[in-house]
């Protein structure tokens, strides 16, 4: 990056959040990540790690205006003005749609989709102002090719691509770029906890299920977070700045 650049990273204290965290520092990117979890020292301690000295980890709710304004003056307060916005706190939720509760449906929605609303709002008028500006919504193969026991996921990320698009055209006059990118099934805890709560319905073990997560490529494998990470810093580089509007589908050969 020709200046150093101030970063948010949400949901960034594990998984493909942190390995996003820890890439954009390589890139000498300052990095605040949030997190419901924030605070926590044992949650935290491996961000504080990544980030180093001139990083910060603080809590952050994206259902909640008052948190993600709080949020954000920390931020501000500490590292500057945000230059690079990476939406990656997210949730799931396994339910039939005939058995799906309200209160799991409005989870999911409110953090996958109007979370990233949310940040995006609060965050790109200083963007458009500036000139610049880089924003990653985390989506995933889900939104192009479904899945059963998902439905309020599989709607969130579709949901989140169409607002990836419209915040694009909306910054592109500006020098602000926003894309999204859209992962298969990546090795984390997340995914761990998935397969644990299938296997549960299924009769099968969790090695037996995240197995054939694996062989549902072609590549016989599941993505790294570490994948993730280095293709989110090159997204916020200024090589990215023609690289907007889309939908990058990390997917080792198979839509899911």
Request: charged fraction near 20%; charge should be negative; glycine fraction near 10%.
């Amino acid at each position: 990056m020709s200046n150093q650049r101030i970063a948010v990273v949400t949901g960034g204290l594990r998984g493909i959040g942190l390995a996003i965290a820890k890439a954009l520092v390589e890139t000498g990117a300052r990095v605040a990540v949030g997190s419901r979890q924030a605070g926590d020292f044992e949650a935290d301690r491996d961000a504080r790690l990544t980030l180093g000295d001139h990083g910060l980890v603080a809590p952050l709710d994206v259902t909640s205006v008052q948190s993600i304004e709080s949020f954000l003056v920390r931020v501000r307060e500490a590292l500057g003005e945000l230059d690079i916005l990476v939406n990656c706190a997210g949730v799931s939720t396994h339910h039939v749609v005939e058995g799906h509760p309200d209160a799991d449906w409005e989870q999911v929605i409110d953090t996958n989709l109007s979370g990233p609303f949310r940040m995006i709002r609060a965050c790109i008028p200083a963007m458009k102002q500036r000139g610049w500006g880089r924003i990653v919504n985390i989506a995933s193969t889900a939104a192009r090719n479904a899945q059963p026991t998902h439905a309020a996921y599989c709607a969130s990320k579709t949901g989140l691509v169409g607002l990836t698009r419209a915040v694009a055209m909306e910054g592109g006059p500006h020098g602000v770029t926003c894309v999204a990118v859209s992962p298969t099934w990546v090795e984390t805890e997340m995914l761990r906890q998935s397969a644990r709560t299938m296997a549960q319905s299924s009769g099968r073990t969790d090695e037996e299920i995240i197995r054939e997560m694996a062989k549902s490529n072609p590549q016989d494998r599941l993505v790294q977070p570490e994948e993730i990470g280095a293709l989110v810093a090159f997204c916020c580089s200024d090589a990215a700045a023609g690289l907007t509007m889309e939908d990058i589908q990390v997917n080792a050969g198979a839509w899911w």
